[in-house]
C-alpha cells in the first residue's frame, strides 16, 4: 500500500502530514539543544564546585595535605572534574551527532519536499490549462450549433414563404450550410480537447500525482527513520561514556576506602610530636625546712606541668595568671638551684639565717617578673627561624632533614648545569665554528656561584641537623667531585683536583644508591645515529667519531646539545647533537 494509490485525492492531507512531521524534527533538535544546554551548565557548575573545594596550589604543603582522608577527598574532587568532562561529552557529542546532523538533514528534507510539492502543483496547473480548453472549445461548440439551429429553421421558413424570392432562399439555405459546417468543426475541436482532457487527466491521477505522492512518502519514511536515529543516540550518546563514569564512580569509592584512621593517626603524632620528655614528680617542700624549690632533674628543659602540655606555646606559662590570687610553692621557679637539703631537725639553711621572709619574697619576685614579661607573648605566635629552633626537637630534626634532601637535589642539578657548560665549552673551543666560548662565561660563573652557595647551605643544615640530634643512618653522603672546566676547586690554582683536598660534604649524594649504579647494567640503545662529520672527542667524557660511523644511542639530547652514544665495543660518551642524524626505535 502506497499513498499514491489509497490517498491519490488526499494531496492537502499528505501536504499538511509532510509540513507537521518536519516540524516535530525541529522540536526535537530543540530539544537536544536545551539538553546539551542543561549537561553544560551542569558540568560547569560541578567544575566550579570541585575548584572552590579544592585546595590552592600555596597549600598543598599544609599538614592537613597529608592524611589519608583529605587525600580521599582530593581524589574525589578530581574524579568530579573528570565527571563533569564527560558531562561536556555529553552535550558535545548530542550537538555533533543529534543537532546539527538532523539541521542538515532537516534542511535537505524540506528541499526535497518542496520540490515535489512544485512537481504537483504543476502538474494540477497543466491539467488545469487542458480543462479550461475543453471548457472553450464545448461552449463553443454549443454556441455554434445553436446558431446552425437557428440558420437551419430559417432557411426552411424561408424555403416556405411563398413571397420570398428564389435569392432569398439560396442565401437563407447558405447560411445554414454554412453554420452547419462551423457547428461540425466546433465538434470536432470539442471530441479533441476532451480526449486530450481525459487523456492528461488520466496521466494526472494515474502517473504524475502517484509518483509524487510515493516520493513524498519515501520522504516521509525516510524522515521517520533519520528521527529514530536520532531517538537512538540520544541514549547511546550517553550510554558511551557510562563506563568511564562508571570509573569516576569506582574512583569516588575507591578513594572511600582508601582511608585509614591508623595511618591518620600516626600522620598527626610524626607530625606534632615534640620529642620532649614527661615532667618528672615534683619534690616535698618542707617548709619547716625552708623552701625547696628542686624538680626533678628529669623534667629539666621539658613543659613543667598540665597546661605548658596544652599550650600552643610552651613559653605561655598560663598556670601563673589563674583565676588563683594566691601564689601556691609550685609558683618558685623550677629552674632555681636547689639549696642543699639540711639533716632532719637540724638548723635551717644558712640562706635563711637572718631573714626567711625577706628571701621568699626575693625569690617570688624573681620567678614573677619573668613570667609577667612573657604574658605579652600569648597573642603573638612564636618567630620562624632558619634552624627550625622554634619547632620542638623532633619536627626541626625531620625540617632539617627535608631541608636537606632539596639542598641536595637543587645541587645536583646546578653540578649536571655545569659539567654540561663545561662540555660546552670546550667544543667551542677546540670547533670555534660552533659558537663562542666566552658567551658561555656568565652561565659558568652564575652556575659556580650557586654551587658555592649551595655548599654552604648543606653545611650549614648539616651542622644543624647534628646539633639536633639526627641520626647517622638517616642520611648518608659520600664525596663527589665536580668535573668540569670553569667549577674548579678553589684550593688548586691550575684548575685540577687535588688528590689531598678533602671531598666537600655538599657535593654529597646519597651513598644508599652506590652500589646501585656500580651494578648497572649497560642502558638498551634507543636508537641509531650516523655521523655527517668527523669529532675528535678530545675532552674529558667526549667520544671520537669518524663520517658515516653508524653509532647506537643511548640518551637523547636533553636540550644541552649533546647525545650519549655507545659503539660496537661498550665505548661510550657524548658527542655533538648536530653532528650527526639520529633514528630513535618506535
Known amino acids: 500500500m502506497d499513498w499514491g494509490t489509497e490517498l491519490w485525492d488526499q494531496y492537502d492531507i499528505i ?37 572552590k573545594f579544592n585546595v590552592k596550589r600555596s597549600s598543598k604543603d599544609e599538614p592537613e595535605c597529608r592524611f589519608s582522608s583529605y587525600q580521599s577527598f582530593l581524589d574525589i574532587l578530581n574524579e568530579m572534574n573528570d565527571y563533569a568532562g564527560q558531562r561536556e561529552l555529553i552535550a558535545e557529542n548530542m550537538m555533533m551527532n543529534i543537532c546539527i546532523d538532523l539541521t542538515k538533514y532537516l534542511q535537505e528534507l524540506k528541499q526535497e519536499r518542496k520540490m515535489h510539492l512544485m512537481e504537483a502543483k504543476k502538474a494540477q496547473q497543466s491539467l488545469e490549462s487542458t480543462y479550461k480548453q475543453l471548457d472553450s472549445s464545448k461552449k463553443r461548440f454549443e454556441r455554434e450549433w445553436r446558431e446552425a439551429e437557428r440558420a437551419a ?43 486530450k482532457y481525459n487523456k492528461e487527466q488520466n496521466q494526472f491521477y494515474f502517473n504524475d500525482m502517484p509518483q ?37 564512580l569506582d574512583g569516588v569509592t575507591k578513594a572511600g576506602t582508601n582511608v585509614n584512621e591508623k595511618n591518620d593517626s600516626m600522620v598527626v603524632i610524626e607530625q606534632n610530636k615534640s620529642g620532649f620528655e614527661r615532667p618528672g614528680d615534683l619534690e616535698f617542700e618542707d617548709y619547716s625546712q625552708g623552701i625547696n624549690r628542686a624538680s626533678s632533674d628529669s623534667s629539666l628543659g621539658t613543659p613543667k606541668g598540665p597546661m605548658d ?42 640562706k635563711f639565717g637572718r631573714d626567711p621572709l625577706t628571701y621568699c619574697l626575693k625569690e617570688i619576685n624573681k620567678t614573677v617578673k619573668p613570667r609577667i614579661s612573657s604574658f605579652r607573648t600569648l597573642r603573638r605566635s612564636p618567630t620562624v627561624t632558619e634552624d627550625f629552633t622554634h619547632l620542638p626537637p623532633e619536627q626541626r630534626r625531620k625540617r632539617l632533614q627535608q631541608k636537606l634532601e632539596e639542598i641536595c637535589k637543587e645541587l645536583q642539578k646546578e653540578v649536571d648545569q655545569s659539567e654540561a657548560l663545561g662540555k660546552m665549552k670546550d667544543v667551542y673551543e677546540k670547533n ?31 651542622t644543624w641537623l647534628a646539633e639536633a640530634g639526627g641520626r647517622g643512618d638517616t642520611l648518608r653522603y659520600k664525596a663527589h667531585s665536580f668535573n668540569n672546566n670553569e667549577a674548579h676547586d678553589i684550593h688548586s690554582p691550575d684548575g685540577a683536583h687535588s688528590d689531598e683536598s678533602t671531598p666537600d660534604a655538599s657535593q654529597a649524594i646519597y651513598a644508599e644508591f652506590d652500589d646501585d ?56 660518551g657524548y658527542i655533538p647533537t648536530s653532528y650527526v642524524t639520529i633514528s630513535l626505535n618506535k
Open 517 to 572: 649504579f656500580e651494578d648497572e647494567e649497560l642502558t638498551a640503545p634507543i636508537g641509531k645515529c650516523t655521523a655527517m662529520y668527523n669529532f675528535p672527542g678530545a675532552s674529558e667524557g667526549t667520544i671520537c667519531m669518524q663520517e658515516g660511523e653508524v653509532l647506537a644511542v643511548v640518551e637523547e639530547d636533553k636540550g644541552d646539545g649533546w647525545t650519549r652514544v655507545r659503539r660496537s665495543n661498550g665505548d661510550e
Open 212 to 248: 509524487i505522492f510515493n516520493k513524498l512518502q519515501d520522504l516521509d519514511e525516510k524522515r521517520v527513520r533519520k528521527l529514530a536515529q536520532g531517538y537512538i543516540l540520544f541514549s547511546d550518546t550517553e550510554k558511551h561514556v557510562m563506563p568511564i563514569i562508571g570509573k569516576c
Open 153 to 195: 429553421q430559417y432557411a426552411e421558413k424561408t424555403d416556405q414563404d411563398i413571397n420570398a424570392t428564389k435569392a432569398d432562399v439560396e442565401k437563407a439555405k447558405q447560411q445554414a450550410h454554412m453554420r452547419a459546417h462551423v457547428a461540425d468543426e466546433c465538434k470536432n475541436d470539442y471530441a479533441a480537447q476532451l480526449q
Open 15 to 51: 501536504e499538511k502530514h509532510t509540513q507537521s512531521g518536519l516540524e516535530l524534527v525541529e522540536k526535537y533538535v530543540k530539544f537536544v539543544k536545551e539538553r546539551t544546554e542543561i549537561e553544560q551548565n551542569y558540568a560547569k557548575q560541578l567544575r566550579n564546585l570541585s575548584k
Open 432 to 462: 670555534p665554528q660552533m659558537g663562542d666560548p666566552a658567551s658561555l662565561a656568565s652561565q659558568i660563573n652564575q652556575t659556580s656561584q650557586n654551587i658555592e652557595r649551595l655548599r654552604g647551605e648543606l653545611n650549614k643544615y648539616e
Open 309 to 350: 602540655l596544652l599550650g600552643k606555646n610552651r613559653s605561655k606559662n598560663f598556670w601563673l595568671f589563674s583565676k588563683k590570687s594566691k601564689l601556691s610553692p609550685s609558683t618558685l621557679s623550677p629552674f632555681s638551684t636547689p639549696p642543699a637539703p639540711s639533716p632532719a631537725n637540724g638548723p635551717p639553711s644558712p
